[in-house]
């Protein structure tokens, strides 16, 4: 239909050049620890019970498939706000539905996992339900230019990153995004949750071309006219077709963020210079927008700049650095590694 397979070997560019750093992250579980956060304080009552867990060497949807065997409920009735991987150390709200039944004494967890907190709650956890994610993430073996690596860290505290979905969102190869071009030309019928992981795929692969232009050009973190710009922290936005000072300021102080397609129906969101860059980087997927379109798919917007929160390093050792920091959910924590190191030794995540 439209996806290229040459495409599948394209790599992003970077917003402070292609590091010379190498180094391995998650060469043991505890390298990569992560924490989410929720958007709202447990109610202490309702028919959900959310139960905090911490987990290692288990993904997501093995701790959901263990929680509903050993309650005996249906899959449906455990939710979660959002996936974690294998590989890592993560504590991770889970949501159990049961109406006019008391909290259970025991969930049956398998050995690697343990519960932190029970609450009840009067509403069911879904997706997209957490306001960030915490990390600590260690990488090993890192060899290069320690100054050059204090000044990435140093840029990326100041000015963030580019806000690329990560590679995990298109599968093992990329191959999510094959596929989705199969599902798009009608050459395959998935399940409705494949279905959705394709569509996703395709999407974050449209907005992730437009924001790689935008680091060619040097402005993904600075104004076009005609951009819709993207509060902190909010999904709200405004159309600007002439940069005034205030929005400069407001840019500069990183109050606002210019911000991309997440393709579907309602795309008069531009006008003036970001209007054609992104009608010209996008026209050659115009058969995709248009699948996109004909789901039924409501466009939205991402921001192209992501900024750490609260973030530190700390040197362990001469070839071990330690990060702490907190990202908004839906953003990805090797949007920031790869600013700073090329990857040599990470174990494969599931």
């Known amino acids: ?164 979905f990560g590679e995990q969102r298109f599968g093992r190869e990329r191959r999510n995004l094959i596929l989705a071009d199969k599902l798009f030309d009608r050459a395959i019928r998935p399940k409705r949750h494949q279905q959705g992981l394709y569509i996703s795929a395709a999407r974050s692969w449209l907005f992730n071309l437009v924001l790689a232009e935008r680091v060619r050009q040097a402005c993904w973190n600075q104004p076009l006219p005609g951009d819709a710009f993207m509060f902190d922290d909010s999904l709200q936005y405004f159309v600007e077709a002439t940069i005034g000072d205030e929005t400069q300021t407001r840019l500069d102080h990183l109050q606002i963020h210019p911000s991309g397609p997440l393709w579907g129906r309602g795309q008069d969101f531009l006008c003036a210079e970001a209007l054609a860059l992104e009608t010209q980087i996008l026209q050659p997927y115009q058969d995709w927008c248009e699948a996109l379109q004909g789901l039924g798919l409501k466009q939205q917007r991402r921001s192209f700049r992501l900024l750490p929160q609260t973030m530190q390093y700390e040197w362990l050792g001469d070839s071990c650095l330690q990060l702490c920091f907190t990202l908004p959910r839906g953003t990805y924590a090797t949007s920031i590694m790869r600013e700073l190191f090329i990857d040599q030794g990470a174990i494969s995540s599931g």
């Open 1 to 164: 239909m439209t996806f290229n397979p040459d495409a599948i070997q394209i790599v992003f560019p970077y917003a402070y050049g292609q590091p010379a750093s190498t180094g391995c992250l998650r060469t043991q579980a505890e390298d990569f620890f992560v924490e989410e956060q929720l958007s709202f304080a447990p109610a202490g009552e309702g028919e959900h019970v959310l139960v905090f867990i911490e987990k290692r060497e288990f993904n997501t949807d093995d701790i959901a498939r263990s929680l509903a065997r050993h309650l005996g409920l249906h899959n449906r009735d455990v939710s979660y706000a959002g996936l974690k991987d294998r590989c890592a150390v993560t504590r991770q709200w889970f949501c159990l539905t049961l109406p006019g039944k008391p909290t259970p004494d025991s969930f049956g967890l398998p050995e690697g996992a343990r519960v932190l907190q029970v609450a009840r709650h009067h509403r069911k956890l879904k997706k997209g339900g957490l306001k960030a994610n915490r990390f600590v993430l260690r990488i090993r073996n890192l060899q290069g230019d320690k100054d050059d690596i204090e000044r990435r860290l140093q840029s990326i505290m100041a000015h963030g990153v580019p806000n690329y």
